[in-house]
């Protein structure tokens, strides 16, 4: 965490600039705070994330004196508060609480992932044997039981995973996007061994299923807060490519951490 | 349907061809829908020039299957198309009148 200072030309003073640079799934932000209390708190949450890069895109939260973004900025508003993207800097508005800026950072990142072959999904990721398996589904599909059967140590996040293609690899990045079952953060990534739609059954069993199926496996689980055409159309380029690249299956499992059987 | 109906995409609409079928995203009702390949192969020839019975032809063509029954195929899908906004429907002469 490092304190910068920048003159207030509205007042005329030095008013201190509290900036917590983070990267998220290799993307660096520079989140700028003008709250002490609301800096230490986003320094606690994040620090698995914290990054030395001070280059990377700057978030403005709840700052003062700002200035007019640059071109067609994109526009979100969650509940009141806003998050705005233009060219070279991002704003978070009207942040109530943590929970919030959480929310906006997620909304922020499924835009900027857009231009770098990702997005985000509603899925644990779980690390084994240096791969990460997927398992995406709705609220009660399964997603936190995965993260809470599997070994210490495994789970990026048992909520939100980034989801993104590197040099033609497709990588699960850890997030500090979680649900029920918070574990230590992660802050690395492995290539994508599959993705599973969790479907619970009283037997475990494994399914493969099509890149369309898979497609719309993906499409209700995905974070995304764009209405505009051009970003649609990447979204859908992006889903395309990833259930053409790596194996979709539906998961039957029984709650029990047998499961793992069937997909090693 | 008035033969001399034409046929136009909606512009909003994202759109992506996977295993044969047509997947559509409505950025604006956040809305997904998937066409099957019949309703996929009319689609593709939706250019806001050719007409319902235009396409019907071709269907017909394409596939084992009388004109009368693509006709009819075609007409009932358009009017799905036209009810969800994928597609609209123009008279011939508004066409001319915007060319």
Redesign the interface.
Known sequence: MQIATKPDKRIGVVSPVLQLPLEIGKIPLNLKFADMARFESAGKRYSTFLSSDKKGLPVLVDLQGRTSLDGDPFTYDLDGATVQLGEDQAEFQRVPHEYSLDSLIRILLSKLLLDRSGFLLHAASVLADGRAHVFTGRSGAGKSTVASLSPAGSVLTDEISLLRCVETRWQAFGTPFWGEFRAGDMNCSAPISGIYSLIQAKQDRLERI???DG??VL??NVLFF????????Q???IL?DI??AIPVYQLYFRRHADFWKVIA | MNPETVLKTNPMLAWREIDGSIVIISPEHSMVHELNPTASFVWKRVDGRRTADEIAEQLAAEFDVTRESALADVHELVESLVANQLVSALELAEVKAHV
């Open positions: 099509s890149p369309r497609l719309r499409l209700p764009s209405s505009r055409k051009q970003d649609n159309e979204l859908l380029r395309t259930v053409e």
